[in-house]
């Protein structure tokens, strides 16, 4: 049994035998420990996730919700029963966690349903659907769902896919970056020469007439976003609060 999440270990369902691994499917401890405080820090008592598969996400913000009152999680997972075999819910089940609700969609039309309901939450964990345009379309509806003071939290940012819908949704108006700062670690050689080279790369694209600079060194310019820092040395996650409610106007644009 893998030992990652002592908090969980003596109560997980056995998996190993059905293919899977804890350690290589599941969040790290940090990033568990960090939703964890999130919720506890700030309250939050309706939460909602999309991606559950072995649960330890979802024991963790499980675990921090049961110390308050009328407690609500809300599992969005199309897959629970039929590739994860119900291994999630029969571990959140395994720790007497009965105040959650599995709802087996994709999450495009899951989150839809929910927001014609008019139902909202105050804390969101986005582990679904890995590409740029899913992540973004999670993001869309959960904007609408969730109360302002309420947090969004992205996993797996480490994806292309996942950074680049990040930087988008850095230049909402609305939202502030939250980092859990016992996360970042020092970069290494390799992302130090990595960082040179972006650097070294900008100036250079500077030669260039606008519209080539944009087709050619796009990635280039990425590493001048105020997020490039934070993308490359944090391990895995990174969350947004939300501070206002959503008043762009119809034809908002940032560039990212």
Same mark, same amino acid.
């Given at each position: ?6 908090r969980?270990r ?49 024991l ?29 819910v ?15 969609? !994709?999450?495009e039309?899951?989150? !839809?349903?929910?927001?014609?309901k ?7 964990f ?22 302002v003071g ?10 292309p896919?996942?950074a ?6 850095a ?14 670690? !020092? ?19 500077r ?8 087709f ?18 944090? !391990? ?14 119809f034809?908002?644009y940032?560039n990212f």
């Amino acid at each position: 049994m893998d030992n990652s999440h002592p908090r969980f270990r003596d109560k997980l369902e056995n998996v190993e035998k059905q293919g899977f691994s804890y350690k290589e499917t599941s969040i790290p401890t940090q990033e568990g420990e960090f939703l964890w405080s999130q919720i506890r820090e700030h309250k939050y008592t309706n939460t909602i996730e999309i991606g559950c598969a072995l649960g330890i996400a979802s024991l963790y913000i499980c675990e921090a919700l049961s110390e308050f009152e009328n407690p609500s999680h809300t599992i969005i997972d199309p897959y629970q029963t039929t590739q994860w075999k119900s291994i999630g819910v029969k571990n959140l089940k395994n720790f007497r966690f009965h105040f959650f609700s599995l709802i087996e969609k !994709p999450s495009e039309i899951a989150l !839809p349903q929910l927001l014609d309901k008019k139902d909202t939450f105050d804390f969101a964990f986005i582990d679904g659907w890995h590409t740029f345009d899913h992540t973004l379309l999670d993001f869309f509806y959960l904007n609408r769902l969730i109360q302002v003071g309420g947090m969004i939290v992205f996993d797996d940012t480490k994806y292309p896919s996942v950074a680049r819908a990040i930087r988008y949704i850095a230049k909402y108006p609305n939202y502030r970056l939250v980092t859990d700062r016992n996360a970042y670690r !020092p970069g290494g050689i390799r992302t130090r020469l990595l960082t040179l080279g972006l650097n070294a790369g900008q100036y250079l694209s500077r030669v260039f007439p606008l519209q080539i600079r944009r087709f050619v060194f796009s990635d280039v310019m990425l590493s001048r976003h105020p997020l490039h820092n934070v993308l490359l040395n944090h !391990p895995r996650w990174l969350a947004f609060c939300k501070t206002a409610e959503d008043t762009r106007n119809f034809d908002w644009y940032e560039n990212f």
